[in-house]
Nanobody
């Protein structure tokens, strides 16, 4: 049973923008801190950004000022707006929900060409 469904990945040129979305069931979304993580080729998965139920946000230093995480409580969806993309942002991006349990999405590929 798929709990988190991601969308919005793709190929973009450096300097461009993408918006990732992650839809969750209402039960999971309303009780979880939501986050985005990424795993570049050959590297470990790492935090990109998180947003709490109360909308407090946290960002990795490498994306501060370029990425914005937000949550749409009416749609049970968390978004990651990515601007000023760089080739080093290339990775598989994963949505994560942390509440009573932890859930991961299936991942969506983001590729930034130079």
């Amino acid at each position: 049973q798929v709990q988190l469904v991601e969308s919005g990945g793709g190929l973009v040129q450096a300097g461009g923008s993408l918006r990732l979305s992650c839809a969750a069931s209402g039960r999971i979304f309303s009780t979880s801190t939501m986050g985005w993580y990424r795993q570049p080729p050959g590297k470990q998965r790492a935090l990109v950004a998180t947003i709490t139920i109360g909308a407090s946000t946290n960002y990795a230093d490498s994306v501060k000022g370029r990425f914005t995480i937000s949550r749409d409580n009416a749609m049970n969806t968390v978004h990651l707006q990515m601007n000023g993309l760089k080739p080093e942002d290339t990775a598989v991006y994963y949505c994560k929900a942390v509440g009573y349990f932890t859930y991961w999405g299936q991942g969506t590929q983001v590729t930034v060409s130079s």
